[in-house]
C-alpha cells in the first residue's frame, strides 16, 4: 500500500510569511497532487504533477507554487502567505493519472496564517 | 465542468443497522468516475470504492456498496451492518475522463451509536 507522508504536521506563520510544506511517496508513484480542505469548500485541487520537473495548474492556484524534486518528493510553497491560505492541506499520490485510478492521501498539515 | 453535491449533512444510525447516503453529480463527458472516500477522525483520507460510468453493474466493496443511478446521475453509498468505526465524513468525488483531478463533495458525517 502506498505511503504519503507530510511534514510538518501543523505550521504557524505569520502573514507575509515565506512557508514550504513537504510531501514524499515512497511507492513510486507518478503522480502527486496537492489539495486544500476548507469547511464549506470540501477538497481542491492547487497543483499537481505527473514527474519529477513537471507541474499542472489545478482548480485554485492563485498564490500557490509547487515544485516536484524527484519522484518522491513534491513541495508546495506560499511565498507570501495571506490569511486565506489558512486550511488543512492535503498531498496525494497515483500509480498513473488513469481517471479511474485511486488516489492515496497523505495525514494532512494544518497550516495557520495569522 | 464537473460539479458533485451531497445534501446530506449529517446522518445518526445504531450500530449493525445500514446506512445510504446520497450524491449527484453534474457533467457534460459520457465517460466518467465517481468514487467514495472516508475521512476518519483522525482526518485520514482513505479510497473505499469506485464506479465506471459505462458499467451497469452497482460495484460492491465488503460492506460497502453503490447505487449507481445514471439518469438521474446520482451515486448512493450504502454501508451494510454499519459499524462504531464507520464513524467519519465520507465523501463523493467525480473524476471525468479529461479532468486535472478529482471534484470532490462537501461530505456527510455518519456517525454510528451503540
Known amino acids: ?114 | 465542468a464537473q460539479k458533485v453535491t451531497q445534501t446530506q449533512t449529517s446522518i445518526s444510525v445504531m450500530e449493525k443497522t445500514t446506512v445510504t447516503m446520497d450524491c449527484v453529480y453534474e457533467t457534460q463527458d459520457s465517460s466518467y468516475f465517481l468514487f467514495w472516500y472516508k475521512q476518519t477522525a483522525s482526518g485520514e483520507i482513505v479510497f473505499l470504492i469506485r464506479q465506471d460510468s459505462y458499467k451497469k453493474e452497482n460495484a460492491t466493496v465488503g460492506h460497502y456498496s453503490l447505487n449507481f443511478q445514471k439518469p438521474k446521475s446520482s451515486i448512493g453509498l450504502i454501508i451494510t451492518a454499519t459499524q462504531i468505526e464507520d464513524s467519519a465524513v465520507y465523501f463523493c468525488a467525480m473524476r471525468e475522463n479529461y479532468a486535472q483531478g478529482l471534484t470532490f463533495g462537501l461530505g456527510t458525517r455518519v456517525s454510528v451509536f451503540p
Open chain 1, 1 to 114: 500500500e502506498a505511503a504519503v507522508t507530510q511534514s510538518p504536521r501543523n505550521k504557524v506563520t505569520v502573514t507575509g510569511g515565506n512557508v514550504t510544506l513537504s510531501c514524499r511517496q515512497t511507492n513510486s508513484h507518478n503522480y502527486m497532487y496537492w489539495y486544500r480542505q476548507d469547511t464549506g469548500h470540501g477538497l481542491r485541487l492547487i497543483h499537481y504533477s505527473y514527474g519529477a520537473g513537471n507541474l499542472q495548474i489545478g482548480d485554485v492556484p492563485d498564490g500557490y507554487k509547487a515544485t516536484r524534486t524527484t519522484q518522491e518528493d513534491f513541495f508546495l510553497l506560499l511565498e507570501l502567505a495571506s490569511p486565506s491560505q489558512t486550511s488543512l492541506y492535503f498531498c496525494a499520490s497515483s500509480e498513473e493519472d488513469w481517471v479511474y485510478a485511486e488516489q492515496f492521501f497523505g495525514p494532512g498539515t494544518r497550516l495557520t496564517v495569522l
